[in-house]
């Protein structure tokens, strides 16, 4: 058996008298963690009586993560954040680790075998089966790599993921049957593929949404395909003659009957419209792609510009880049970035559409607008901030970690990453990689293109080897003194993208917050009844007034005190910077309170989360999280009389283990 290792005897004399009761307090301090037994017995010269309970004593502390998120431009040499190890830890349960990537947008590869398995064949879906992959492919050849040695090691792109890279690939599935390293495979996937749309194309030139008697041709399916098969092209994919040509004059007649409406309009002459559209503006980008401009839409769709939703004004600003619209184009650009939120603190940027977004039309989409913008910003200027922000944007907003929301927003999405990719250098890395920890080297790793997917890129420090105090962490990057590229200046710069986590059990007497992506606002508020009424219908229609339960919230600072009975609202405020799937949040509740509600399950709250009410902790699961501000709220009474800690707030996702937040602690008393 274990010894206890501290024992306090308490007595104290009283007189009951019969039938009666009397209470006795004794007002004890948490020592040390474990498990407290009490035992009480009432003894008197005649009868005795005893008992025994055991109650679990946590320790006042916790697991917890800071993270820290940073970029070295390519005009740049190092980075720098400082971190505080604190003194009151568990050191054995300390880590440091720090990733880092001279591309984020290589990751792209990771979606690849989501869009080959996709189950369902219509027209779309058969183009984004092979296009993606082959234009991936093309950039990996073009890199001088052996695909089928890269295919054997493969090292996370993505610096903001931690964990065991292969562990982690097996969990998403990543790799299993990526056939962007099978050379044979996607000749064969092309084939297919080709073959189908041409199978699927309507007699007409154009393409419907399957194939088969009674389709029809569709504009916006129809410009999908011919886009598709332009880019094909440009990666050197053999299109059957006549097939793209059919469906381009099938886009230049669709595209006279609007112009044709947009004329009618003065008059009302039937068919016509006022505004040229979002559709339009996609049909124009193609056929100006297949060097096939109409003046006449140009001018409409410049006119009704601010009509154009925002994904349509970045397909208008592709079309007006190819026909050196240097004027328009700016004028499209300053009317894009009005929309753009920039995140100085995880280094990410986005189009925050209008709130009178069309979400459930195509153009409404927010990832294939922010890809498309990406795009545009490729071609005006790579090497602009903005872009890489826009890549960690689209990668944190990954579904799964690995793919978007369906085949088409995940095929737009690598597109335009493979082209910020050549445009910007990031497929041609050539840099000496140093890491150092107060001064003193730590790390050096070489990365090339042969070594892009199998470098180490991570450093990490565990233990009592990480010393408590105060420590500053710095990567530097110079270009090798030769480069590994054929034909390649050694000196030309590549960015460096890192991110460091700190992980220790702290014993600290205030616990104080921590996040990146994700932050927790915990507020405790007292509730107080209040007496109000309404006005409700009664059983004849007749005015009836009504109680109702109304309470005023009054929030309770660190150290407040509170009486024995009073009724609290704890509420959760969550600010995530990106959409999030399968998270936890766990809030510890500090011994004296009590649950009002004590039945697990779903219980109607803003987030629809599945709720656990448990002996120590009330924990949500919440099954979607999206970018912006929400709240979770549960009900405590306070009931036993003492001074008590509740431990932060914790939030996790259960499928990313980067993915860490934590509230400040608080501390409550409660009197009687």
Not at 64 to 89: A, Q
Not at 107 to 121: F, I, N, Q, R, S
Not at 307 to 332: C, E, N, R, S, T
Request: net charge negative; charged share 30%; glycine share 6%.
């Amino acid at each position: 058996a274990v010894r206890p290792t501290h024992i306090v005897r308490l007595a104290k004399r009283l007189k009951v008298k019969a039938g009666g009761e009397e209470r006795v307090d004794w007002r004890v301090a948490v020592i040390d963690e474990g498990e407290a037994i009490v035992r009480m017995s009432a003894l008197s010269d005649e009868e005795s009586d005893a008992m025994e309970m055991k109650f679990p004593v946590y320790v006042h502390g916790m697991l917890k993560t800071e993270s820290w998120s940073g970029v070295i431009r390519p005009d740049k040499n190092s980075g720098k954040l400082t971190i505080n190890v604190p003194k009151e830890r568990r050191a054995n349960q300390s880590r440091l680790e720090v990733r880092y990537s001279p591309t984020l947008a290589g990751a792209m590869v990771d979606a690849l075998p989501y869009l080959v398995d996709y189950p369902y064949g219509c027209t779309e879906q058969t183009l984004n089966r092979f296009l993606p992959t082959v234009v991936t492919q093309r950039i990996l050849r073009n890199m001088g790599l052996d695909l089928k040695a890269i295919q054997q090691k493969r090292t996370n792109l993505n610096a903001q993921e931690i964990g065991d890279d292969v562990e982690r690939a097996k969990g998403w599935k990543r790799f299993d049957r990526n056939p962007v390293f099978d050379e044979a495979e996607v000749t064969t996937m092309v084939k297919s593929g080709l073959e189908r749309l041409t199978e699927m194309q309507v007699s007409d030139g154009g393409w419907g949404w399957f194939s088969g008697w009674g389709e029809h041709s569709y504009p916006h399916t129809t410009a999908v395909v011919v886009h598709g098969l332009q880019i094909a092209r440009e990666n050197d994919v053999a299109i059957v003659p006549g097939m793209m040509e059919r469906g381009v004059e099938w886009l230049k007649r669709y595209q006279a009957g609007e112009v044709a409406k947009l004329k009618n309009f003065p008059t009302r002459i039937d068919p016509w419209k006022e505004h040229a559209d979002a559709l339009d503006a996609f049909v124009y980008m193609v056929l100006v792609d297949a060097d096939h401009a109409n003046a006449d839409m140009l001018e409409f769709l410049y006119r009704d510009r601010t009509h154009l939703p925002v994904y349509a004004k970045a397909l208008f600003g592709l079309a007006l880049h190819k026909q050196k619209q240097a004027d328009k184009l700016a004028m499209i650009l300053k009317n894009i970035e009005q929309f753009l939120v920039q995140d100085d603190e995880n280094q990410t940027a986005y189009l925050k559409l209008p709130e009178n977004n069309y979400w459930w039309s195509w153009y409404g989409s927010d990832i294939e607008a922010n890809a498309y913008y990406l795009k545009l910003l490729s071609r005006v200027d790579a090497k602009d901030e903005r872009a890489s922000r826009l890549v960690k944007y689209l990668l944190n907003n990954r579904k799964h970690a690995t793919y978007w929301n369906s085949t088409r927003d995940s095929s737009i999405c690598i597109e335009a990453m493979a082209e910020y990719l050549k445009a910007s250098g990031e497929d041609k890395p050539n840099l000496l990689v140093e890491v150092l920890i107060d001064g003193e080297l730590k790390q050096t790793v070489e990365i090339t293109p042969e070594t892009l997917f199998g470098f180490n890129n991570k450093f990490v420090i565990e233990g009592e080897a990480l010393t408590a105090g105060e420590h500053v962490i710095e990567l530097r990057k110079r270009p090798l003194d030769e480069s590994k590229i054929e034909n390649q200046k050694s000196k030309i710069e590549n960015p460096l993208y890192f991110n460091a986590y700190l992980t220790n059990f702290t014993l600290e007497d205030f616990i104080t917050k921590a996040g990146l992506e994700v932050k927790v606002n915990r507020k405790y508020y007292k509730l107080t009844a209040v007496e109000k009424k309404v006005n409700v219908s009664g059983s004849r229609g007749q005015v009836v007034s009504q109680k109702v339960e109304k309470y005023e919230r009054t929030e309770l600072a660190n150290l407040d005190k509170l009486k024995s009975g009073d009724l609290v609202e704890v509420e959760l405020e969550i600010d995530s910077k990106n959409d999030y799937e399968y998270l936890l949040f766990e809030d510890p509740k500090a011994s004296g309170f009590e649950p009002v509600e004590v039945r697990s399950g779903y219980n109607g709250n803003e987030m629809g989360a599945y709720v656990e009410f448990r002996d120590e902790r009330v924990a949500f699961f919440v099954r979607a999280l999206a970018r912006g501000q929400h709240s979770l709220s549960y009900r405590l009474r306070a009931e036993i009389p003492g001074k008590f800690s509740a431990l932060p707030t914790k939030a996790s996702a259960m499928y990313a283990p980067e993915l860490k937040a934590n509230s400040d602690e608080i501390k409550l008393a409660i009197e009687d």
